[in-house]
C-alpha cells in the first residue's frame, strides 16, 4: 500500500491511497472462510457449501466491503501518524478516477481534506471586554421575596371588597329598563378577580362593598375579552360575542390572597431547618441568591463579547469551498440541505468554527485541561439549574451530587457536560487575561444588550 499527500494551498490537500491485491487478498479469504463455516445452501450440509460458490456469490460484494475498511483504517491511521489537524472529515476527491471492482487488482483512492489554519491568539490587559454587574434594587429584591414566600400563602375571607379581592356572585341580566330579562343569563356563583377588571369605573362599583350588597354591572365594558366573559357567566363564547347592557351582581363571599406570616416555620420551609432565623437573614439570602444568578447572566454576556473581542483581531482564511462540500455531504436523508440552505448558513458557521479556532488554540497554548471533578462539579450545576426552574432551590448537596453522577452515565450528556466545563475553562482564562471595563447596569439596560443578538 502507498499514501501520499500533494498540498494544493496551503488549506487544502490531497491524500492518495494505492491498494494492491496483497494488502487485501488476505482479509477477504478470511470473510469466505467465515461465510462457509455458516453457510447454509439447499443440497449442501451445514458448513460444506463449495468454496468457489460463495465467491462467486458474495466474493465482490465481499472485496468492496473489505477494501472500504481497509481505506478507512488507513486513511485514520494516516491522519494520526502525521499529527494532522484537519476541518470536518475528508471526502471523497472531485478527481477521483472511477473503480472497477470486478476487473481491477489494485484501486487508487484520492481524498480531498482541508487543513486547519494556523493561528495566534495573544491575550494582554491591553485588549478591553467589557463586563457588565446588574444593580439589585429593593423593587427587585421585595418583588423575589414575595414571589419565594407566596408559594406558602393562602386565601382567606374578608369584609369588603378591595383592588385584589376574589369576588364571588350571582349574575343576572338585565333589560332596557334595568329589570330582570326575562329568559335572559343566569350565572350562579360566578367568580371575578377585580385584579383583571379592565374598566376602572366598573371597578370602583364593586370596591367597598360588603356580602349581600347588589351592584349594577356591565360585564363587556369590564372584561372586552369574550373567553373572559364566557368563563364569567357561564357561556359560550359565540353567546358571549353576543352579551350587551348591564347585570345585577349579587355578592356571596369575598376573599383575598394573604401572604404568610414571616415566621421560622416558614425559614425553614424556604431554606432548610435553621438556615435563617430573621426576615433580615432572609433577604441576605435571597440577594445573595439572586447575585449568583446575576452573576451567571454577567458571564454569559461576557462570553458574547470576549467571543467578539477575540474573533475581530483573528484575520483567518477558511476553505470555503471544500467545507460547503462537507456540510451538505453530512447532510442527507431527512437532514438534506439545498445549496440554497447552505449559502443562508456559511456566514454563521464560519464565525462558530472561528470561534472555535480561537478556542481550541487557547487550550492547546496554555494547556488547559478538565478532570473528572471538573465534569462532576458542571454536571451538579447543571442539575441545580434544572432543579430551580421547578422552584427546588435547597435541595440537600449529596441529592444534587447523585442527580449530576446519573447524568454522566449518558453517553452524549457527558459529551455536552465536557464541552461546557472546557468553555467554562477558557472564559475564565479569558477573564484573567484581559482587562474588564466593569459597568454596573440597570436589569432593563442589561436586557437591552440582547436586542441586536
Same mark, same amino acid.
Not at 196 to 201: L, Q, S
Given at each position: 500500500m502507498n499514501i501520499t499527500r500533494e498540498n494544493i494551498d496551503e488549506l487544502n490537500a490531497v491524500i492518495k491511497l494505492t491498494i494492491e491485491k496483497s494488502d487485501y487478498e488476505t482479509r477477504v479469504a478470511d470473510v469466505l472462510k467465515s461465510y462457509q463455516k #455458516?453457510?447454509?445452501l439447499p443440497g449442501f450440509r451445514p458448513g460444506k457449501v463449495p468454496a468457489g460458490l460463495? +465467491? #462467486? !456469490?458474495?466474493?465482490n460484494a465481499i472485496l468492496v466491503d473489505e477494501i472500504n475498511k481497509l481505506v478507512s483504517e488507513k486513511l485514520s491511521g494516516y491522519l494520526t501518524?502525521? +499529527?494532522?489537524d484537519i476541518l470536518g472529515e475528508p471526502l471523497p476527491s472531485e478527481s477521483q478516477e472511477p473503480i472497477d *471492482? /470486478?476487473?481491477q487488482d489494485s484501486f487508487d483512492f484520492a481524498f480531498d481534506i482541508a487543513l486547519n489554519p494556523a493561528i495566534e491568539v495573544k491575550l494582554s490587559k491591553r485588549d478591553k471586554v467589557p463586563y457588565y454587574t446588574i444593580q439589585i434594587t429593593d423593587d427587585m429584591l421585595d418583588g423575589q421575596v414575595k414571589s419565594m414566600t407566596s408559594r406558602f400563602g393562602s386565601s382567606q375571607k374578608v369584609e369588603v371588597v378591595g383592588a385584589e379581592s376574589l369576588v364571588k356572585g350571582d349574575f343576572i341580566q338585565l333589560d332596557g329598563n334595568g329589570n330582570v330579562l326575562e329568559g335572559g343569563i343566569v350565572a350562579e356563583d360566578a367568580v371575578m378577580s377585580l385584579a383583571?377588571? +379592565? /374598566?376602572?369605573?366598573e371597578k370602583g362599583k364593586l370596591l367597598g362593598k360588603a356580602v349581600g350588597d347588589e351592584v349594577v354591572f356591565e360585564p #363587556? #365594558?369590564?372584561f372586552p375579552n369574550d373567553t373572559e366573559i364566557s368563563y364569567l357567566l357561564k357561556i359560550t363564547k359565540e353567546q358571549a360575542a353576543e352579551v350587551s347592557g348591564e347585570f345585577r351582581f349579587v355578592v356571596n363571599e369575598i376573599t383575598e390572597f394573604v401572604d404568610p406570616e414571616l415566621n421560622q416555620d416558614l425559614f425553614d420551609k424556604l431554606f432548610g431547618p435553621g438556615a435563617v432565623t430573621s426576615k433580615e437573614e432572609m433577604e441576605a439570602k435571597v440577594k445573595a441568591d439572586l447575585e449568583k444568578n446575576f452573576v451567571m447572566e454577567s458571564d454569559y454576556r461576557f462570553s458574547m463579547d470576549a467571543r467578539e473581542k477575540l474573533t475581530s483581531k483573528i484575520d483567518v482564511a477558511l476553505p470555503e469551498a471544500f467545507l460547503k462540500?462537507? !456540510?451538505k455531504a453530512t447532510n442527507q436523508g431527512e437532514n438534506k440541505v439545498t445549496d440554497e440552505d447552505i449559502d443562508r448558513d456559511m456566514p454563521k458557521f464560519l464565525e462558530d468554527l472561528k470561534w472555535q479556532l480561537v478556542k481550541n488554540e487557547i487550550v492547546k497554548s496554555n494547556d488547559i485541561k478538565i478532570e473528572q471533578q471538573d465534569l462532576v462539579e458542571f454536571a451538579k450545576k447543571s442539575a441545580r439549574l434544572q432543579f430551580m426552574q421547578y422552584g427546588l432551590s435547597n435541595l440537600p448537596d449529596e441529592h444534587i451530587e447523585s442527580y449530576a453522577m446519573d447524568m454522566l452515565k449518558n453517553q452524549e450528556q457527558g459529551r455536552r457536560f465536557a464541552e461546557g466545563a472546557i468553555n467554562e475553562k477558557v !472564559?475564565? *482564562?479569558i477573564k484573567e487575561a484581559v482587562k474588564l471595563d466593569e459597568k454596573e447596569v440597570t436589569r432593563d439596560e442589561f436586557n437591552k444588550l440582547f436586542d441586536n443578538n
Open positions: #455458516k453457510a447454509q460463495l +465467491k #462467486k !456469490m458474495y466474493g501518524e502525521n +499529527k494532522l *471492482f /470486478d476487473t383583571i377588571v +379592565k /374598566d376602572e369605573a #363587556k #365594558k369590564s462540500r462537507w !456540510m !472564559m475564565a *482564562f
